[in-house]
């Protein structure tokens, strides 16, 4: 039993009614102030009054609250002798209704009843001769109790005559579509569209009277006598309705599928019921130390019995009977391991308090006692022939035990073997598997040897055998301390960390093959592990999957379903769904905590399992897949509300837009799931999307509580997992948001920024004007140095032909003078066109050098061999590159290194090509070169000083420092075989578009 928490310091309320479930699973009640009435959620009590218009509690004159109903608008309504509150359970509003006395003389607490038909109606009877029925919009319409025949309308009741049409109603039930059965102390009436009709006549005055569908109790369509703890009842078929009424000792009853309950004064009854008997028996009671209000029961849809004292709220649950427990002793508790059964009805069982023998259809218990042995510890054991049965315990021995001739045989291995034997499997016809603390032995129950078996490469002598499966097809798998090792057919042994990791160093406690060829592997503290054989893909069912408990130590599997026994709880996974139903002891176990090597299965309709508290049958055909509809519900909310300028604090809250201020960004909230017995064991989670790495585990307290939030949009997500490990089928997400401080809201913001962009732009117009004129400065100035660099190689250029012409003129006369004449005037006409520009095309570029060749040639007799190649340049007009660049490397290529050659050919070759976005012009001589060069101007008596070769240097460095990328490269090499020099080579790369 569990009393939830209703007076304390704060709250010194009497209770005032019986408790109501609502369809959310949460419990209401009224306490000794008329119209008051709370709500407890598992969290917090919830108070609602009924206030009239000066906001005062009324205070008038009643009784207490006698029934509840809650209709299709999911009002509660709380109905006495006087009226009906009406609560709105989202605002905890609460509206009166007050009956009017109407024609009956005398109003009875008992018969307040109230009902809600399948068209959405509520009907009321509030212990008077009338019925209220109330449609969804509240309209009434109101039945008197009809004319009686006189030989039944009066009758006599404490000595006086009453008129039976005056007698107070109650409602019974609703027969069929909208026609609802009533009850008076003496007659049956219907009511229908057309009014409230008399049905029936009963003989005696009985307000114990109780109706019930027709064959629930009782043999089918039948009337006659009960028992009631031997006391004798009638009971009656009503034909007409299809129902069966009896009476017995007891005002008010509920039952579950297997037990009657009912309460006198301060004294709950629970009661077996015999139907083929048609006989009530109590097998146990509940005394309290004060009455049972209204000597009411609820049973809500869980299966949880509800009622009330005047200080306590009380819930329990009925033990399921479709566990029945065994080895229950009243003194001790029987830990057991090995089960076993022969084929008559007895059931074997190792323990550590002995061997125990259950014969199931006599219902007794004996000890098999084995003189020779003086400890009590047994583990495991097989059966043969179903007269021999093979024992191991906690011991290096292996005992026979004829169950015919009671004869026990002892096999003793502590000479040569010292180990601990953990359990006993059937290897063949003729041998057994015995797993141990040192590792695998087989005992050959012919012979009576045992042996060490080999597991290949595997060191087993440190290994703890908990499990040995032989599958259908012959391979071997052992469950150790150290993980799954596995041997096919006719292979080495495998330790199966190798194909998963999972399996490093796993505690492994049980095995089982199913009826898919699949592997189940109960683990210590990993949950069971699910292994398909043929794709090899493992799946892992842990806690958070629904399992009562991660470890797993027995498996059992039926057609629909598998078992599994763990050290907190039963688990039984539905094959199809794929989902758990797990059970305790507060649904009918005998203990929570189960052992190893403790499970059997007689048959598919007998399941075992054992534990530190003897073991439960199971009828796996009794259990279907309970879907789990458990919700989760905002109980308070605690908030700084701006617009009330106030901290808030709300109950029930059914609002999920939260808005909070900046400087007060904190939000409390508590939650409660709608399981209120197992509240306590719940676990809740939350997450706020950008705020928390995954969902964070709040544990059993339901309360989140933020600080600091930053200012922004956010989602809370609230969830829950009950005791029984299943989520809750709905989520609470409540949108929070925290309002950013003035100076970083958008607009503030956006007015800064605007202000900003436009002190940027018009600085960034002030140092754009200022650096333009900087550059055109500048750039003027580079202009002015490159003009004045070609200004000083024109005078040079000049100077090196009137010289050459001097030579002419003298040495070879006239003619060769006039053609000299010739090419010079255009050499020198395309020389004053070029010093105007500062970008000439390649065509130029190359014509000019082509007549300041010829002319060098003139001058050294037609001794020069040169050569122009630009062939593969198309557009050559359209290529611009600095004027009058090539031609000091052409000249320095002909004076210092052509013209000092003594012996054979001068030649002088350019190439013009276009290369990777370059225009690379390549001057090649077969001269003296560079070294021999310098040698010689050395031993000249007087210096002769080449200016060329640096002005064009210095042009190249002011063009490319104009630019970010260099617009201009120069390369100059020496051509050399074998420490030779066989001429120059210079390369000049032109940056062009």
């Known amino acids: 039993m569990k009393a939830i928490p209703v007076r304390d310091e704060f709250n010194t309320y009497l209770i005032n009614s019986q408790p109501f479930i609502d369809v959310e699973g949460f419990v209401w009640y009224a306490v000794n102030t008329e119209g008051t009435f709370f709500k407890y959620d598992g969290r917090n009590q919830i108070k609602c009054a009924f206030i009239n218009t000066n906001e005062k509690l009324l205070s008038i004159s009643s009784g207490s609250i006698n029934s509840w109903i809650q209709d299709a608008n ?5 109905i006495n002798l006087i009226g009906a509150y009406i609560i709105n359970p989202k605002t905890l509003k609460v509206k009166h209704i007050n009956w009017e006395s109407k024609r009956s003389i005398n109003k009875e607490s008992g018969y307040v009843s109230s009902l809600l ?97 027709n064959g629930r109790f009782f043999k089918k369509n039948t009337s006659g006598i009960i028992l009631f703890d031997g006391k004798k009842y009638k009971y009656n078929y009503l034909k007409k309705f299809d129902l069966q009424v009896f009476d017995c000792p007891f005002d008010n009853f509920i039952y579950t599928k297997s037990n009657f309950f009912a309460v006198r004064d301060n004294k709950i009854y629970i009661s077996v019921i015999n139907t083929e008997r048609s006989a009530f028996k109590t097998i146990d009671s509940i005394i309290l130390k004060r009455n049972v209000l209204n000597k009411h029961l609820q049973l809500d849809h869980k299966g949880i019995i509800w009622f009330s004292t005047n200080v306590n709220i009380i819930m329990f649950k009925a033990a399921d009977t479709r566990f029945k427990k065994k080895l229950q002793f009243q003194n001790s508790q029987i830990s057991t391991r090995g089960i076993i059964s022969d084929k008559s009805a007895n059931l074997y069982v190792c323990s550590y308090s002995g061997l ?40 290096t021995f292996v005992k026979s035990i004829n169950l015919r001739t009671n004869l026990i045989k002892t096999w003793e291995f502590n000479n040569k073997w010292n180990f601990q034997s953990v359990i006993l499997k059937r290897k063949s016809k003729d041998s057994f598997w015995i797993g141990s603390n040192k590792g695998v032995f087989i005992f050959n129950k012919k012979t009576g040897k045992l042996f060490k078996y080999r597991m290949d490469d595997v060191n087993s002598d440190d290994l703890i055998v908990y499990d040995i499966l032989q599958t259908r097809k012959g391979s071997l798998w052992i469950a150790t301390n150290k993980g799954l090792y596995f041997k ?40 069971v592990a699910f292994l398909n054989l043929k794709t090899r893909k493992l799946r892992i069912f842990d806690q958070s999957s629904g399992l009562s408990n991660n470890t797993v130590c027995g498996i059992l599997e039926s057609d629909e379903q598998l078992w599994f026994s763990t050290f907190y709880g039963l688990s039984v996974l539905n094959k199809k769904s794929i989902k758990f139903n797990n059970y305790y002891v507060q649904d009918g176990l005998s203990d929570n905590e189960f052992n190893l090597r403790s499970f059997y299965k007689k048959s598919d309709y007998s399941f075992y399992f054992g534990g530190l508290n003897g073991i439960v049958e199971v009828n796996p055909k009794n259990f279907n897949f309970s879907k789990k509809n458990t919700r989760i519900f905002i109980s308070k909310t605690e908030y700084f509300s701006e617009r009330l300028g106030v901290n808030i604090i709300e109950f029930s809250n059914y609002s999920t837009d939260i808005q909070l201020p900046y400087d007060k960004n904190y939000f409390s909230a508590e939650f409660a799931i709608n399981d209120l017995y197992n509240q306590e064991r719940s676990t809740y989670y939350y997450r706020i999307e950008g705020l928390t790495d995954g969902w964070v585990n709040v544990g059993g307290t339901g309360v989140i509580k ?60 002030r140092k754009t004007k200022k650096q333009k004129r900087v550059f055109e400065r500048e750039k003027v100035i580079i202009v002015l140095k490159a003009n004045a660099l070609k200004a000083q190689m024109n005078p040079h250029f000049v100077f090196n032909i009137l010289n050459n012409m001097q030579s002419i003129m003298i040495l070879k006369g006239e003619a060769e003078a006039n053609k000299y004449f010739g090419a010079f005037s255009r050499l020198l006409r395309l020389t004053l066109d070029m010093s105007k520009q500062e970008l000439v095309s390649l065509k130029d570029e190359l014509e000019y050098i082509n007549y300041y060749l010829i002319l060098n040639n003139l001058q050294l007799n037609g001794e020069l061999n040169f050569s122009i190649q630009a062939e593969t340049i198309e557009n050559k007009e359209n290529i611009f590159i600095p004027g009058m660049l090539i031609q000091p490397f052409v000249e320095n290529a002909i004076i210092h290194g052509l013209v000092p050659k003594l012996t054979g050919d001068k030649i002088l070759q350019i190439n013009c090509f276009v290369e990777s976005h370059f225009l690379i012009v390549r001057i090649e001589d077969n001269g003296i070169g560079r070294s021999a060069a310098e040698k010689q101007s050395k031993k000249r008596e007087f210096d002769y000083k080449s200016w060329s070769t640096t002005i064009v240097k210095e042009r190249i460095g002011i063009i490319n420092d104009s630019s970010k990328i260099e617009k201009v490269i120069l390369k100059i090499e020496d051509l050399k075989f074998e420490e030779q020099c066989l001429g120059t080579i210079v390369i000049i790369k032109f940056k062009i578009r």
């Open 488 to 527: 096919k057919k006719g292979s080495r042994f495998l330790d199966y960390k190798v194909k998963n990791p999972f399996f490093n160093n796993r505690i492994i406690f049980v095995l089982h093959e199913d009826k898919n060829e699949n592997l189940w592997i109960g683990t210590n503290n990993s949950g």
């Open 117 to 213: 038909d399948k068209k959405k109606n509520v009907w009321i009877s509030g212990g008077e001769n009338y019925i209220i029925k109330f449609d969804e919009k509240y309209n009434q319409k109101i039945y008197y109790s009809p004319t009686l025949p006189n030989e039944i309308k009066y009758e006599k009741k404490n000595n006086e005559i009453i008129n039976a049409e005056n007698a107070s109603l109650k409602i019974i039930k609703e027969i069929g579509h909208g026609k609802i059965l009533v009850q008076s102390s003496w007659n049956i009436y219907l009511i229908d569209d057309q009014g409230m009709h008399f049905v029936l006549h009963l003989k005696d005055d009985n307000p114990n009277l109780h109706f019930i569908d």
């Open 356 to 395: 125990f023998k259950l014969n199931e259809t006599e219902k007794f218990t004996s000890n098999i006692r084995d003189p020779s042995y003086t400890r009590t510890i047994y583990n495991s054991m097989l059966i043969d022939n179903d007269s021999i049965l093979w024992v191991i315990g906690e011991g």
């Open 706 to 765: 933020l600080y600091n939030l930053p200012a922004g949009k956010f989602i809370l997500e609230v969830k829950a997992k009950d005791f029984y490990g299943s989520e809750t089928v709905n989520q609470i997400k409540i949108n929070i948001v925290v309002e950013q401080i003035f100076f970083k809201t958008p607009y503030f913001i956006g007015f800064i920024i605007l202000i900003l962009g436009a002190f940027i732009v018009y600085e960034f117009k």
């Open 74 to 78: 999911n009002n509660i309504w709380a």
